[in-house]
T-cell receptor, first 112, second 112 residues
Framework: NAGVTQTPKFQVLKTGQSMTLQCAQD?????MYWYRQDPGMGLRLIYY???????DKGEVPNGYNVSRLNKREFSLRLESAAPSQTSVYFC???????????FGPGTRLTVT | DQQVKQNSPSLSVQEGRISILNCDYT??????FLWYKKYPAEGPTFLIS?????DKNEDGRFTVFLNKSAKHLSLHIVPSQPGDSAVYFC???????????FGTGTRLKVLA
């Protein structure tokens, strides 16, 4: 059981470039989430997917898109990266009968 | 508008003593609360949770107290150990929803 995996671990982008952050979970969890963590801001919800086939906006969705590819995978896309998107991104999953979220190790993204 | 607040950015405690981490919330619709621990360069891990129908939940050295009238929860760690040194986040949710609001975190340092 790998739990929640995220790729890549680190990424440097130039302003205007695009990229997709990948997330996969092998725990058969229904819900999946994308957060960003910035100094002094805690974890802020970008998008979430309550179940396969659904996605919804969180607190800070602007500049991002998501795809729930199947039950296992939930990707986050930056279409035109901006320096304000420099952050650490965490993916999480949650089983149906619990409020506990399981987090991946994070992707550290720098936009120059 | 910060709906979940952790007003102490940092806390230092001697090994063996009690650590008390505090969290306040403003939204009375929140009815489920969680604490996560985060080590550097890792994703947060679930520690303990409490439903609003309870005022206390205990798990080994960790106890969470909820005061609904004051919209305040606290995490007690007894006895504190050097391995407890980490950033602690509180999070709040509403039963039946999938969204979580996190506080900004408190960095705990347990001194040997």
């Amino acid at each position: 059981n790998a739990g929640v995996t995220q790729t890549p671990k680190f990424q440097v982008l130039k302003t205007g470039q695009s990229m997709t952050l990948q997330c996969a979970q092998d725990m058969n969890h229904n819900s999946m989430y994308w957060y960003r963590q910035d100094p002094g801001m805690g974890l802020r919800l970008i998008y979430y997917s309550a179940s396969e086939g659904t996605t919804d906006k969180g607190e800070v969705p602007n500049g991002y898109n998501v795809s729930r590819l199947n039950k296992r995978e939930f990707s986050l896309r930056l279409e035109s990266a901006a320096p304000s998107q420099t952050s650490v991104y965490f993916c999480a999953s949650r089983p149906l009968a619990s409020y506990e979220q399981y987090f991946g190790p994070g992707t550290r993204l720098t936009v120059t | 508008d910060q709906q979940v607040k952790q007003n102490s950015p940092s806390l230092s405690v001697q090994e063996g003593r009690i650590s008390i981490l505090n969290c306040d919330y403003t939204n009375s619709m929140f009815d489920y609360f969680l604490w996560y621990k985060k080590y550097p360069a890792e994703g947060p891990t679930f520690l303990i949770s409490i439903s609003s129908i309870k005022d206390k939940n205990e798990d080994g050295r960790f106890t969470v107290f909820l005061n609904k009238s004051a919209k305040h929860l606290s995490l007690h760690i007894v006895p504190s150990q050097p391995g407890d040194s980490a950033v602690y986040f509180c999070a709040a949710s509403r039963v039946g929803t999938y969204k979580y609001i996190f506080g900004t975190g408190t960095r705990l340092k347990v001194l040997a």
